[in-house]
């Protein structure tokens, strides 16, 4: 009987066993070295975003240190077993990548136990895992990264257990793509080797798709995001209502005019000679009454500073005011009273909800500021300090501010602003751009600000006009052009401060207003700002394609009549687009 040769493969099958058995005791430990940190800060993630990354970092670090030793050994080991298999260890690669993908959805143990069961192949993939994983940079954990934190975790992007309220049978797994989206989010240079894909072939795909009836009017544009190279248009310079991707533009102008780490500062000051006390707004709509702030601005802790103030100069009994002449003009906005928009006024508390809701449509109190401020009396009556009825005023330059809380930096407030579409935020940030630039805070003026903001970062700006900072105005006019260009130059290395525009980006089928949308293979890997208003519909952002190449895309459509068949036409042009290996 012929004994058939064994392949190179099968002869090396037990050197890729000792090693993976010799690099499997070390990962085990790193794993539960880095578990208890990291679901400490899974735990704490709505604590300051800053103390979160603190907390994180030195234990990521140590498990680092711990196992980069074993997996470099490991590695050395294995090369030469990689030399012997070659070129099977191609076909290995491939066969083990489905098996790790299968693991990553059931626990990080089993995703470590089938890296260092494939041995070569897998260790490689173990390291690029690594990789991705951060950086936990100096401003706190971004979206995408603490999404990842949970997936390691075994949470479900904050939506609970599976089965557990909030989270449908039909949700997508755990994090099927936290990767893919990670490497979308770091260097685009990473990107550039995968084939763009090709014109042709995108006209081909997105043509039929673009073309359905439901959108009525339609225009799109789909750029490199590594090369800035225009892909796919049609209609990309046209100017179209575009909703709320209107708070894409306005995040760009925010960061670029007063920068990532820029703060909201909420104070109060004390009149000379008087017994009064002035609540200053510093035009922060997230300061929050709540006894958890959350990592908010504390208007509790505002109080108790305040009241302790108070006391060294023997006051113990003063009139409150409150001064909101941070802003000016109008404070209603053009559509009027409406629940997904407070006032715009610059001192109100958890945006001027009576509940305790932190998104979407509830009617609001009738005036913030004088809300905030019977909260803020209540506070410091707790604290002993009695107050005369509140009423408007206007603190003097000679005021001697008592004590400050701050809003957590402009970074936090743009991501909090593009996952959950928060109007208030987006017309905040539309004033204190217009404030940051001199020109008058307003409605016309924060239009101009932001105008003007954009231009100087040579964005194209034909056609385009902008009435205010959420997108609510139907006279709001952006292109395709336009909003891809805003995501590009967000992942442009030369631009950094801008990168919260990115990570803001709700995640398809996860966060945000995407959290319902996407449970095909899509999910996890489009990230994108959605915009609906009755007969506009509209959805920008990012995409990482089948050949890891990001795309930025912006699809509008205007003259809809089915709200639900446009957004489900979108959908499936942003999911070919995830789908698509057009290189």
């Not at 904050?158 to 099927?176: E, I, L, V, Y």
């Not at 996407?518 to 506009?536: D, E, H, M, P």
Request: with cysteine; charged share 20%.
């Amino acid at each position: 009987m012929i004994v058939p040769e064994p392949r190179p493969w099968q002869a090396a099958r037990p050197r890729l066993k000792q090693v993976a058995d010799a690099v499997r005791p070390r990962l085990g430990k790193a794993v539960e070295r880095v578990r208890p940190p990291l679901a400490k800060a899974v735990g704490t993630v709505r604590s300051p975003l800053a103390k979160a990354a603190g907390t994180v970092r030195p234990p990521l670090a140590r498990a680092a240190a711990a196992v980069r030793p074993g997996l470099a050994r490991a590695a050395d080991a294995a090369k030469p077993v990689a030399r012997a298999v070659s070129p099977h260890a191609v076909k290995l690669g491939k066969a083990v990548r489905p098996r790790l993908a299968k693991a990553a959805e059931v626990s990080p143990r089993r995703t470590l136990r089938y890296t260092a069961g494939a041995a070569g192949a897998g260790l490689a993939l173990a390291v690029g895992a690594a990789t991705v994983a951060g950086p936990w940079d100096s401003s706190g954990q971004r979206t995408a990264e603490r999404e990842r934190a949970v997936a390691l975790s075994g949470a479900d992007h904050g939506r609970g257990p599976a089965g557990s309220a909030g989270t449908s049978p039909q949700a997508p797994k755990p994090a099927p793509s936290a990767l893919s989206v990670l490497a979308g989010l770091g260097s685009t240079s990473g990107t550039a080797k995968a084939p763009a894909p090709a014109t042709g072939a995108l006209t081909a795909l997105l043509g039929p798709l673009l073309s359905d009836p439901a959108l009525v009017r339609r225009t799109a544009s789909v750029v490199d995001v590594s090369t800035g190279k225009v892909l796919y248009g049609s209609g990309a310079g046209t100017a179209l209502t575009p909703a709320s991707t209107t708070k894409i533009a306005t995040a760009v102008a925010a960061l670029s005019a007063m920068g990532p780490d820029h703060r909201l500062v909420t104070r109060a000051a004390l009149e000379p000679d008087t017994r009064e006390l002035v609540l200053v707004g510093g035009g922060d709509p997230t300061l929050t009454a709540r006894a958890d702030p959350q990592g908010w601005a504390d208007l509790r802790a505002l109080a108790k500073s305040t009241a302790t103030a108070l006391k060294k100069r023997g006051l113990t009994d003063v009139t409150l005011s409150y001064d909101t002449t941070l802003y000016a003009g109008s404070d209603l906005h053009p559509i009027g009273k409406n629940g997904n928009l407070a006032r715009v006024v610059a001192l109100m508390a958890d945006e001027g909800r009576p509940d305790d809701s932190t998104r979407g449509d509830v009617e609001r109190v009738p005036d913030p500021a004088a809300d905030a401020t019977t909260k803020f009396a209540a506070f410091l009556e707790t604290e002993g300090i009695r107050t005369k009825a509140p009423g408007p005023s206007k603190a003097t330059s000679r005021a001697q501010t008592l004590a400050t809380v701050s809003s957590p930096p402009l970074s936090t407030l743009v991501e909090r602003m593009l996952t959950n579409s928060d109007n208030d935020i987006a017309e905040a940030l539309a004033r204190h751009t217009a404030l940051a630039t001199g020109v008058r805070p307003d409605f016309a003026g924060a239009g101009q600000a932001i105008t003007a903001r954009l231009t100087e970062l040579k964005l194209p700006m034909a056609g385009v006009s902008i009435k205010d900072g959420s997108g609510l105005d139907r006279n709001d006019r952006l292109t395709p052009a336009l909003l891809t260009s805003l995501l590009v130059a967000s992942a442009n290395p030369a631009h950094p401060g801008l990168r919260p525009v990115l990570t803001g980006l709700p995640v398809a089928g996860f966060t945000g207003t995407l959290s319902t949308r996407y449970t095909n293979a899509a999910a996890g890997v489009v990230r994108a700002k959605t915009g609906t208003l009755t007969g506009v519909n509209a959805l920008a952002g990012t995409v990482v394609d089948r050949e890891g190449r990001q795309l930025a895309f912006a699809f509008l459509a205007s003259g809809t009549t089915s709200p639900d068949a446009a957004q489900a036409a979108l959908d499936r042009a942003a999911s070919a687009l995830a789908a698509c290996g057009c290189g």
